[in-house]
């Protein structure tokens, strides 16, 4: 239920979750951790700017109560890529095809490392790339 959205839970879904970290989450760290990732989906979600500002506000707020190495990290790197953030709220344009398209390709190219053959290394590449596509 944690990887889930938040709005696709269900009352009784959420209802679970809550009475779970309430019992089986002491430090109230994968409760802050969690509504830390909601607050971000609704960021990139925004329609506007002004309503990414706003999130943005609000998850500056969250991230300092927190007060965890990993939630400043992602604070750090929203800062860092806001920008960016800005052009994917105002567009709706993102270049996640391109790196999930590469990420592909470097981890086709990985399962013929080690082969010395160049034929064999050929051979791999070219297997997992038609299983892929065949699948």
Do not use: C, F
Request: net charge positive.
């Amino acid at each position: 239920m944690l990887l889930r959205a938040g709005n696709t839970l269900s009352p009784w879904a959420l209802a679970r979750l809550k009475a779970t970290l309430r019992a089986d989450d002491p430090t109230d760290e994968i409760g802050a951790a969690w509504g830390i990732k909601e607050q971000l989906r609704a960021l990139l979600t925004s329609g506007s700017l002004a309503d990414a500002h706003e999130h943005k506000t609000r998850l500056g707020v969250s991230v300092l109560a927190a007060d965890m190495p990993e939630t400043d990290r992602l604070w750090a790197t929203i800062t860092a890529w806001w920008d960016a953030i800005e052009v994917l709220v105002v567009t709706g344009v993102t270049n996640a095809r391109t790196e999930a398209a590469n990420t592909s390709i470097k981890q086709i190219k990985r399962t013929g490392r080690g082969y010395r053959n160049p034929a064999n290394y050929r051979a791999r590449i070219l297997l997992a790339s038609a299983a892929r596509t065949a699948a």
